[in-house]
């Protein structure tokens, strides 16, 4: 079994930056998919991004795209979401999640997840 916990949410400024941290424990796995989801209050969640690592593959939602990075930190064990130019609307909970056998697509789906964090919360002040 995996655990995710996720880490680096806060309070930020409009244009501000935060990095996320998913920390994996459990069982290792040299390949496999994250993906990054964010919910609002009383909405479904919403797809950011997803790495399959190690192969570097990456997609992001449109709303994201060019401010939202997926990165490898040398003291991190798995890759990091760098979030920056931050706007209030992108206040939400952060949830990471991660899939063991990264085949067959469709990442931008929240079935595809086997693992979950329990989410952190970004707030963007304006």
């Known amino acids: 079994q995996w655990q995710l916990v996720e880490s680096g949410g806060g309070l930020v400024q409009a244009g501000g930056s935060l990095t996320l941290s998913c920390a994996v424990s459990g069982r290792t796995w040299t390949r496999y998919v994250m993906g990054w989801f964010r919910q609002y209050p009383e909405k479904q969640r919403e797809f950011v991004g997803y790495i399959i690592w190690p192969d570097n593959i990456t997609e992001y939602a449109e709303s994201v795209k060019g401010r939202f990075t997926f990165s490898r930190e040398k003291s991190k064990t798995s890759p990091s979401l760098q979030m920056d130019s931050l706007k209030p609307e992108d206040t939400a909970v952060y949830y990471c999640?991660?899939?063991?056998?990264?085949?067959?697509?469709?990442?931008?789906?929240?079935?595809?997840?086997?693992?979950w964090g329990q989410g952190t919360q970004v707030t963007v002040s304006s």
């Open positions: 999640a991660a899939n063991p056998e990264p085949y067959g697509g469709a990442w931008e789906w929240t079935s595809r997840y086997s693992y």
